[in-house]
């Protein structure tokens, strides 16, 4: 079993590696998602679902609780895989991504074509591409 120190220090070495754009996900999940994972399940706060304010239980019965947990462990996973340089990692950062364009082209269907959100879709698919793909400091870091 590796201690800490080892822990800490793998840490701090994979971490000064990492490209600052990485690690500008990276760290904040590190820290974030496991304590929120953590008090999403203790009833502090207010609740609300499509605006209407709802009860910590009605919250979780609603599905809402589910999510959060699936979205946090998500973000934990993804951190983890840019921590130790997995090239996995990179799909994580896809599916909402996929997601999110998903959401863009039902506004479009419902609302009508738009040329800003349609260019901002292409902008920002091809950003994302670039970088975990093409950028050569990403795909040096991400060798596993």
Not at 14 to 20: S, V
Not at 70 to 79: G, T
Not at 106 to 134: A, E, P
Request: overall charge positive; aromatic content about 18%.
């Amino acid at each position: 079993m590796k201690s800490i120190k080892d822990i800490s220090t793998y840490i701090k070495v994979r971490l000064d590696l990492m490209p600052w754009f990485l690690k500008s996900f990276a760290v904040p999940a590190l820290i974030v998602s496991p304590i929120m994972l953590i008090l999403v399940f203790v009833p502090i706060g207010n609740y609300s679902i499509n605006g209407e304010q709802v009860s910590h239980a009605e919250f979780w019965q609603r599905g809402g609780g589910l999510v959060i947990v699936i979205a946090l462990a998500w973000l934990f996973v993804m951190a983890i895989g840019f921590l130790t340089g997995k090239k996995w990692s990179r799909y994580f950062v896809t599916l909402p991504l996929l997601y999110w364009v998903c959401l863009v082209e039902q506004h479009m269907f419902t609302s009508g074509f738009s040329m800003d959100l349609l260019l901002t879709i292409l902008i920002y698919l091809s950003l994302w591409y670039w970088y975990f793909f093409v950028k050569k400091s990403v795909r040096e870091y991400l060798i596993n």
